[in-house]
């Protein structure tokens, strides 16, 4: 009796401490206020379910979605392009200038009915009590990771009852009785990946919905997760959505999941990707911070910084909090500032060629600033901010964990340096220079059957570059022509081409003779000989080879190749300047080149310096770097 009393009263203090919200949601939703009075007095006698009630009505205020012709036309080309798992490059063309944003907004305080928020709160009342895995999650924790009825900006609808009538006869077959709410994601995670994704990220649009993701699998990482937090929701999961800004490594942010364990642990996961793991295994991205989405309004990181101009909107988000230490160990960096000056805050910045973006923010203390659980291994800039456009507050520095490498340039002592690439060569492209390659074959014949081909080239080695003209010394005749994968390995070229004379100036015709299936329509056979190095052919099967027969029986003197690959190598007849911070002054410029045949720029530097290097005639990709025994070394290769 005494626990129920307790439980009760905890309720009622819940309302009070909220009473200021909930009136001015109530003020603010004008003649739609009778709805939202209408769930409150429907649960006068059950002092949970209000406490529920008023905490959606309560944080209403701020929410809202999209509706209009605009968002319509799009929803209706991704639906159709769902089917195919294909939207053609002249349909984003006729759509890509309309933007989902133009529609107009819909507050949900002035709009949303009674009966559409007592659904939602009793079938997320009726998971959270039947699953045995909430038995311990507390009731706050409940209202964010399983109670609310939107995620974001999306249109609303009635998401919830689809979703559990799908997903919990999937549970119930699977994990039957189950307690383990870490197996009981991964069951659902699993049947999401099963189903397939058709990722598209062409439009501007706001977040899809729950009615229509459920329908039409399309989008990019958050509309994964999207997917992923409806269906687990609706299930009693508990779980949010977490993401970083921008990233240390490539130039876009990026979203997954996390699953609350039963300890209180959050687990990431992206149904995409990789599931739930005690040990927190993820894809392995840097993240710099992380910050999670909810749904209330989350204290502030320091008094009154909501009311302040100066500070940039990432840390006045209502619904955003710092959750970085729920994946590192905890430290805390001390970073020197250069110049005192009157500026109270200080920013951590990760780069971008558009200026540096301030993921962090700590109190200046004096010619320093202390940031907390800040990830190593990272480049970062200290800033200074006016809310709109940030400038160095000091030197660069690479993150040791509870220290600092300070990227402090020293002038009197340089060295010489070659440059190869503009930005990182991450992960899915070391694979494509790889192990994609180590092992493939160009081959000549004079059937079609390639009964006894002869070898004209084979990579032995890691390839340092996307283009190569490969010399071939026998001087026999050929009518046919192919490349062939690695064994157990898939083809991924981007350009082939033979040619009669060493220079290059006398291309033989290819005509080709066999198929090989393609992972997608928009990678067609003639990517291969289109002479565009990004377009790329990508067959499903491995094992496999491309054939041609030639326009006459010839000799080839040279062989032209590229991999499938990012084009940030070094490029011949391409402008290059390199840069490097120093500290409040800024990028300081070493120079203009025009890159030669021999595919690498040669500078003379300062020593322990960061190093931006801009191609100043093609291409948006760059990352810093700064030099160490010679090499380039970005963030993704700390």
């Not at 009852?161 to 997903?167: D, F, V």
């Not at 160009?442 to 010399?471: A, Q, V």
């Amino acid at each position: 009796m005494k626990f129920i009393y307790l439980i009760v009263s905890f309720f009622f203090l819940f309302l009070s401490c909220s009473e200021n919200k909930l009136k001015r949601t109530l003020k603010s939703a004008g003649p739609n206020r009778s709805e939202l009075d209408a769930v409150l007095e429907h649960y006068q006698d059950d002092p949970e379910k209000l406490a529920a009630a008023s905490f959606l009505i309560e944080n209403m205020f701020h929410w809202y979605g999209y509706a209009g012709w605009q968002l319509d036309s799009l929803l209706s080309v991704m639906a159709e392009g769902t089917k195919e798992r294909y939207i053609s490059k002249e349909t984003i063309e006729e759509w890509r200038d309309i933007s989902g944003y133009s529609a107009y907004k819909v507050s949900d305080s002035k709009t949303i009915n009674a009966q559409y928020l007592i659904e939602n709160i009793d079938l997320a009342f009726r998971v959270y009590k039947e699953r045995p895995w909430n038995k311990h999650l507390p009731f706050e924790e409940f209202c964010e990771l399983i109670l609310p009825y939107r995620i974001y900006d999306e249109a609303l609808s009635p998401w919830r009852k689809k979703y559990y009538e799908y997903y919990s006869h999937l549970l119930d077959s699977l994990c039957p009785g189950g307690t383990d709410v870490v197996e009981a994601c991964n069951i659902i995670a699993s049947d999401l990946k099963k189903k397939g994704y058709y990722y598209f990220t062409a439009f501007s649009t706001p977040h899809l919905g729950g009615d229509f993701l459920f329908d039409y699998r399309i989008g990019s990482c958050r509309e994964t997760c999207d997917m992923a937090v409806y269906a687990m929701r609706a299930c009693g999961i508990p779980v949010a959505i977490d993401e970083f800004v921008y990233s240390p490594e490539y130039q876009y942010g990026h979203t997954w999941c996390v699953v609350r364990d039963t300890t209180g642990r959050f687990l990431p996961f992206s149904f995409d990707a990789f599931l739930a793991r005690r040990d927190m295994k993820d894809d392995g991205r840097k993240k710099g911070k992380v910050y999670r989405s909810y749904y209330g309004i989350q204290e502030e990181s320091f008094d009154d910084i909501r009311n302040n101009q100066k500070v940039p909107f990432l840390f006045k988000d209502h619904f955003k909090k710092d959750v970085t230490a729920n994946y590192l160990k905890s430290n805390n960096i001390v970073v020197p500032i250069q110049k005192e000056g009157k500026e109270e805050f200080v920013y951590l910045g990760v780069f971008s060629p558009r200026g540096w973006i301030p993921v962090d923010i700590a109190r200046r203390q004096g010619k320093t600033a202390v940031f907390r659980n800040v990830e190593p291994d990272i480049i970062y800039q200290p800033l200074y901010s006016n809310g709109e456009t940030h400038r160095p507050a000091g030197y660069p520095f690479v993150c040791l964990g509870d220290s600092i490498r300070l990227l402090k340039p020293l002038k009197d002592e340089t060295e010489d340096v070659d440059l190869y690439r503009k930005m990182s060569l991450i992960k899915n492209y070391r694979m494509f220079l790889y192990n994609n390659i180590i092992g493939a074959r160009i081959e000549g014949s004079r059937d079609s059957t390639f009964k006894d081909p002869e070898l004209l080239y084979e990579f032995e080695d890691t390839l340092r570059t996307n283009y190569y003209e490969i010399p071939v010394s026998t001087s026999n005749k050929y009518n046919y022509v192919r490349y062939v994968s690695p064994r157990g390995k898939h083809i991924e070229l981007a350009e082939l081409a033979f040619y009669e004379d060493s220079l290059l100036q006398e291309p033989i015709e290819l005509i080709r003779i066999n198929n090989v299936p393609s992972r997608s329509k928009d990678s067609y056979y003639q990517a291969i000989t289109d002479g565009d190095i990004l377009s790329f052919f990508w067959a499903i099967d491995t094992s496999q080879y491309i054939a041609y027969k030639t326009e006459k029986e010839c000799i080839i003197k040279r062989i032209r190749f590229s991999p499938r690959n990012d084009d940030n190598f070094i490029w011949p007849g391409d402008e290059y300047e390199l840069f490097y911070q120093d500290g409040v002054k800024g990028w300081v410029s070493l120079g203009c080149q025009v890159a030669s045949n021999e595919r690498v720029l040669h500078y003379e530097v300062p020593a322990n310096a960061l190093f931006w290097l801009r191609n100043l005639t093609k291409g948006q990709e760059e990352q810093v770097f700064y030099i160490e025994n010679g090499k380039q070394i970005f963030t993704f290769d700390i």
